[in-house]
């Protein structure tokens, strides 16, 4: 378990866990080991990742209590009595399209995100869509820093500022928030100077270069 699945479970908060793109099933088998749920749904669009979890799990012995499903997203997911949802390790446009179809998210689910790539445009989504972030946490996997977000569909209480899309709930306040700011502003940064060098989008390019000086 790294510290980026450590912190997907840190937000989860229920009974019964569905984790979705589970790849070898490490994050459902850590959360019954350690007693944070009492039973869970292990879930990939893949049969080859599936077998890997299925083995993993029933070498662990806990059969009896994570259950295998081939899915889609939720496609093929009943919600039953599922109180949390962790949907990570994928990019931020594809975490946004898993939960677009899956309309029982809406009806009290504790969700957890965990965007590879394209935090912004998650964020964008969510917040468009009626989905509120309570939480947001930094963690640190690799050479790499991520966000994890803590989401449940309720009509969000803040605005949708250019600075909440970019660098999110994320608080300067630990060593993990303050790198994820810096690499975002970094990230901001290149991308502003492209636009400024190749004489396109221009306006933006200087929008996001001020929006890059926040964290530098
Ligand atoms: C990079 S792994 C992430 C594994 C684990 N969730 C983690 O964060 O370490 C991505 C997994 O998501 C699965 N996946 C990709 N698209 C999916 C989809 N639409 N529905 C379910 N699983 C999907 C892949 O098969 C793969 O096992």
Redesign the pocket.
């Known amino acids: 378990m790294?510290a980026?699945?450590l912190t997907?479970a840190r937000l989860c908060s229920g009974d019964v866990l569905c984790?979705?793109?589970?790849?070898?099933g490490?994050?459902p088998c850590y959360m019954i080991e350690n007693k944070l749920c009492k039973k869970a749904y292990a879930?990939?669009?893949?049969q080859?990742?599936l077998s890997s979890a299925v083995q993993h799990i029933s070498e662990r012995g806990l059969s009896g209590q994570i259950k295998t499903i081939v899915?889609?997203?939720l496609d093929s997911v009943e919600k039953g009595d599922i109180t949390d949802v962790?949907?990570?390790?994928?990019g931020g446009e594809?975490i946004a399209?898993?939960i677009s179809r899956c309309v029982w998210l809406k009806e009290g689910i504790n969700l957890v995100l965990?965007p590879?790539t394209k935090p912004e445009l998650l964020r964008k989504w969510l917040y468009e869509n009626g989905f509120c972030v309570k939480r947001e946490l930094a963690c640190i996997s690799g050479r790499f820093v991520y966000s994890v977000m803590q989401v449940r569909y309720e009509k969000p209480g803040h605005q949708l500022t250019d600075e909440y899309l970019h660098y999110g709930f994320v608080a300067p306040d630990t060593d993990e928030g303050r790198r994820y700011l810096k690499d975002r502003s970094n990230k901001l940064r290149t991308a502003a100077e492209g636009m400024i060098k190749g004489g396109k989008k221009t306006d933006l390019g200087q929008r996001l270069l001020e929006l890059s000086r926040l964290y530098e």
Request: proline letters at 3%.
């Open positions: 790294d980026r699945l997907c984790d979705i793109g589970t790849d070898h490490y994050l879930c990939d669009i893949a080859g990742p899915s889609d997203g962790v949907i990570a390790g994928m594809l399209d898993i965990q590879m």
